[in-house]
């Protein structure tokens, strides 16, 4: 099983900037991503890395603003967030899974096809 364990996330005011860590104890699975969730919606995906060839995806929300990235020696995925925006805050969690579940469970935005999760790390913006 992949633990995952994020950190980085803090109080800050728009127009600021973050950079959110996800440290895994193996690279196993073939994607790695980024999910948030704000209080009484639901959790979206913001950001996706496929870890065999480096390919990364966004979200239109956050294209351009949010860059996620990997330390391979570390086991760690970052998430650069800048240009924060009050509408940024949220838990974010990050989650793997493998290619197969990903086709079959709706997409690499979907929640459900993600097997291993974090606890989450808070993103409040103020304006």
């Known amino acids: 099983q992949v633990q995952l364990v994020e950190s980085g996330g803090e109080s800050v005011q728009a127009g600021g900037s973050l950079r959110l860590s996800c440290a895994a104890n193996t690279y196993s699975l073939n994607y790695m991503s980024w999910f948030r969730q704000a209080p009484g919606k639901e959790r979206e995906g913001v950001a996706a890395?496929?870890?065999?060839?480096?390919?990364?995806y966004y979200v239109n929300s956050v294209k351009g603003r949010f860059t996620i990235s990997r330390d391979n020696a570390k086991n760690t995925v970052y998430l650069q967030m800048n240009s924060l925006k009050p509408e940024d805050t949220a838990m974010y969690y990050c989650?793997?899974?493998?290619?197969?579940?990903?086709?079959?469970?709706?997409?690499?935005?979907?929640?459900?096809?993600?097997?291993?999760w974090g606890q989450g790390t808070q993103v409040t913006v103020s304006s």
């Open positions: 890395l496929n870890i065999g060839r480096g390919a990364t």
């Open positions: 989650a793997a899974t493998t290619t197969s579940r990903i086709t079959t469970n709706g997409g690499m935005w979907s929640p459900r096809a993600y097997v291993d």
